[in-house]
């Protein structure tokens, strides 16, 4: 028997699929190629926007699929594969966009963190569990840039020292010596993998077949990984084809 997948979290994961596929798709264009566009600028709030949808979706989705996965610690040690891997190749082959831990970095550790917590994440009850992890999300949302406080909304000042050991893993990178194309720390974004984790004990909708106009969209989502995996040498190398043949 077919096992049934649960489609909304599928197609939540497919439309934040193919938002990521044109933002990267535009990002390629304009700053890797030098295009010239009249509307995406990664410094303007709408394109910053745009951008945190995509990450908070695939954040929050993964931890509620922590929730539901069989094998969370062998998930989470396939993702620290593919990270590392990712990591290699751009630093091998594109040092000027290195990986040093973006969001499958993060993904990978979140899940294996999880995994060791899950006797105490268990006991928490969900809904206090999804409004204290929240608020230190939003509390902790600057944390790598120095401050307390989410968005532009900077409550507080961080001791410099608190910086000066590097632990860009964690949140608290010296940015005078340390950069990635993506990066997702631990602090903050591990609020937000456990928000989805709280939420799926809160809102559970049942496994089943979806909707015929949605199954394409379910079907990408279906295969985040590989999708996100494959998706910038595809991107790259259709953009690199269409600017050999059109000069």
């Excluded at 194309?181 to 591990?190: E, G, H, I, S, T």
């Excluded at 999708?227 to 953009?239: D, E, K, S």
């Amino acid at each position: 028997m077919t096992k049934q997948r649960v489609w909304q979290l599928d197609a939540l994961r497919g439309l934040a699929l193919l938002n990521m596929l044109a933002y990267h798709g535009m990002y390629d264009w304009v700053y890797v190629f030098g295009h010239a566009s009249a509307w995406y600028d990664i410094s303007a709030a709408r394109c910053h926007i745009w951008q945190q949808y995509i990450c908070w979706s695939f954040i929050l989705l993964s931890g509620y699929s922590f929730t539901l996965a069989h094998r969370p610690l062998k998930n989470g040690l396939i993702v620290a594969g593919c990270a590392a891997v990712l990591t290699i190749v751009t630093v091998g082959f594109m040092p000027s966009e290195s990986i040093w831990f973006g969001v499958l970095h993060l993904n990978a550790a979140a899940v294996l963190l999880s995994c060791l917590a899950r006797p105490l994440l268990d006991k928490i009850p969900a809904a206090p569990g999804l409004a204290v992890c929240a608020a230190l999300f939003a509390l902790t949302n600057q944390l790598p840039w120095g401050w307390l406080g989410f968005e532009r909304w900077h409550l507080a000042a961080l001791p410099a020292g608190w910086y000066s050991a590097n632990l860009f893993w964690l949140g608290l990178p010296d940015l005078t010596r340390f950069a990635s194309a993506d990066y997702f720390p631990l602090l903050p974004w591990v609020f937000l993998f456990w928000c989805g984790l709280f939420l799926a004990r809160l809102w559970r909708p049942r496994a089943g077949q979806a909707p015929a106009a949605l199954r394409p969209l379910c079907a990408i989502g279906g295969r985040t990984l590989l999708v996100y995996m494959l998706h910038q040498p595809v991107i790259y190398g259709a953009l690199l084809a269409w600017t050999a043949l059109h000069g």
